[in-house]
């Protein structure tokens, strides 16, 4: 790839859109609505450390946007591909608790899909910076 740096970067931004979109789209969902409005989903409570955490986790694909554009090509492989495994976790292990509805499952899928492919690039990417 050319522009590994550039195409990572615009990869987590798809990334981070696509967790976006299933968060506001779940937001239709009167069940799932009506949870949040009492303060949880299934057995998640809505915490203040709770939402402090999940913001600390949501906060790294932000900063990947950043950091993928920026870093030295080596450290960029490892900071990209260790970022991206952590990501895959935390995605499967939310689809591993409580009843998930057919769009978390497809977005779920999407966002899967495009953080094996930033591990994909990151490890195969151009030595060029």
Known sequence: MKNTPNALSKLWVFLTLNYIFCDVFSLYLSSHLQELLNGGIGEIKFTETFLLNFAIIMEIPLVMVVLSYFMKLKINRIINIIAAT?????????????????HYWFFSSIEISTLLLIIGIAFNGSTKK
Request: proline share 0%.
């Open 86 to 102: 952590f990501m895959i976790i935390i995605q499967v292990g939310s689809l591993a608790t409580g009843k998930n509805s057919l």
